[in-house]
């Protein structure tokens, strides 16, 4: 039997996928309101106390909620200097993240 917290974040993480989903289909048009939708999904997974899967937190930037899409919104760097990584940059605000290999 399913206890009703995990059905509620099962529930919270369909609707994160679907916001996250419309984000991408509509940056190209309405950027604001992808960044929007991309917070409303963030806020969501913080009221149900849910982590973010990897393959999804690796999609927006952390810092301005921009959906990662195209090269237009982020550049991406592999470097190996002490350990490899990869470095993603936000084409919007400047952020970076590492990514370890």
Do not use: W
Request: one cysteine or more; charged letters at 35%.
């Amino acid at each position: 039997m399913v206890g009703r917290r995990n059905r509620g974040r099962a529930r919270a993480l369909a609707i994160v996928e679907k916001a996250l989903d419309f984000a991408f289909k509509t940056y190209m048009r309405d950027p604001e309101r992808a960044r929007d939708a991309v917070r409303l999904a963030i806020k969501v997974a913080q009221k149900k106390r849910l982590r973010l899967p990897l393959r999804l937190r690796r999609k927006f930037c952390r810092k301005c909620a921009t959906p990662f899409v195209g090269s237009s919104t982020f550049s991406v760097r592999v470097r190996g200097d002490k350990a490899p990584h990869v470095v993603l940059r936000c084409k919007v605000c400047g952020f970076t993240r590492r990514f370890h290999i």
